[in-house]
């Protein structure tokens, strides 16, 4: 059984910064891509960002420079380092996991950007 929590989420000015976490069970981790999608509301969910099982990264258009995911294989556990935050920014963040061809995903963490 794979489970994936998010933490992290909450209301921030514009401009201001916050950090997700996904933390995962089930020992897969070290093996699985991870990767970080939201859902503005109103719209369809997008990819955010990626990071494979050795590190690789890649982002949408609209947060390059601005977020950064990394993963800790110690600790099964994948973060979103998101700065200079824009309004547009606000949605519900998703924690995916894709191992051996099967999707799992998180509950979803609220982030809320103010202009």
């Known amino acids: 059984q794979v489970q994936l929590v998010e933490t992290g989420g909450g209301l921030v000015q514009a401009g201001g910064s916050l950090r997700l976490s996904c933390a995962a069970s089930?020992?897969?981790?070290?093996?699985?891509?991870m990767g970080w999608y939201r859902q503005p509301p109103g719209k369809q969910r997008e990819l955010v960002a990626a990071?494979?099982?050795?590190?690789?990264?890649n982002y949408a258009d609209s947060v390059k420079g601005r977020f950064t995911v990394s993963r800790n294989n110690a600790r099964d556990t994948v973060y979103l380092q998101m700065n200079s935050l824009k309004p547009e920014d606000t949605a519900v963040y998703y924690c995916?996991?894709?191992?051996?061809?099967?999707?799992?995903w998180g509950q979803g963490t609220q982030v809320t950007v103010s202009s």
């Open positions: 995916n996991a894709v191992f051996r061809g099967l999707s799992y």
């Open positions: 089930g020992s897969i981790f070290r093996s699985a891509s």
């Open positions: 990071i494979t099982n050795i590190g690789s990264a």
